[in-house]
């Protein structure tokens, strides 16, 4: 039935490329090739979102196991991006679903003057969704993630477009802010930014695609898929990052966690 509604589709549209074409002087010969190109450039686009939605799928029903690295490659490591996408300097934000989670993939297309200065860093103050701060020691065990890090967003608006006069990275913006524990955040993810961090200061313009794996409606996500590339190839990663923490177990529907000693997560990457 839907092949039958999509030809169905397809015929009217080369009826109407075919009754246009009659006023502006293209043969019917050429209309046809012209929505063959159509064709030919729509394809790849809606297939790259298939293939997109169900690698977050796929992520999101993997369940984490104590011991095992929390890194994982996707696609053997490879971005599935596309390097000849950089267009111009901006961050593409999702907006949040209707449970106000972050669970789209903001999109970056960054360059050397994003590189940002630590120094003018402030406290964040935004609760995203799933966040139930708790301490171990003095050491608090949740941090407000960035999808796409403050180091490498210098200039950065919060609409996503550049702005010289911005001399800090995003901070408080809710688009770009997830609830991570500390551990995948401080120990795992950086290890990737830094990664985009030293190919920006060498140069290179990067195209950044962090996404938060949400499972189902829970609140918290169960982890994060980053990919990077640069234009010239150099570049290039595709990993998942579980969103876990040595010694605590979440309740990823609500964000609670309870202490586990026996949850053990090693500080290796790939």
Request: glycine share 6%; hydrophobic share 35%; net charge positive.
């Amino acid at each position: 039935m839907r092949k039958r509604r999509q030809k169905r589709a397809t015929s009217v549209l080369i009826l109407l490329l075919v009754f246009i074409g009659s006023f502006i002087g293209i043969k019917p010969q050429q209309a046809q090739q012209l929505w063959q190109t159509a064709q030919q450039l729509l394809v790849p686009a809606q297939t790259t979102k298939q293939q997109t939605t169900t690698t977050a799928d796929q992520l999101a029903n993997l369940n984490y196991q104590s011991g095992k690295s929390a890194v994982i490659a996707v696609n053997h490591n490879r971005a599935t991006l596309d390097p000849k996408s950089w267009r111009q300097n901006q961050v593409i934000y999702a907006d949040l679903d209707r449970l106000n989670r972050t669970s789209g993939a903001n999109i970056a297309y960054l360059q050397q003057r994003n590189v940002a200065d630590d120094a003018l860093r402030v406290q964040q103050t935004v609760r995203p969704t799933g966040w139930h701060q708790k301490f171990s020691g003095r050491q608090a065990i949740l941090n407000r993630g960035h999808l796409v890090a403050y180091s490498i967003s210098k200039g950065i608006s919060v609409a996503g477009t550049y702005d010289p006069h911005q001399q800090s990275g995003d901070q408080n913006n809710v688009k770009n802010l997830f609830t991570q524990t500390a551990f995948s955040n401080q120990r795992l993810q950086t290890v990737y930014e830094a990664k985009v961090r030293n190919a920006l200061r060498a140069g290179k313009k990067v195209i950044y695609r962090p996404h938060a794996i949400f499972r189902g409606q829970e609140l918290m996500p169960r982890g994060v898929h980053l990919q990077a590339i640069s234009t010239d190839g150099s570049l290039n990663f595709n990993v998942y990052i579980y969103n876990v923490q040595p010694g605590f177990i979440f309740n990823y529907q609500t964000g609670t966690s309870q202490k586990a000693a026996d949850q053990q997560v090693p500080d290796t990457t790939i």
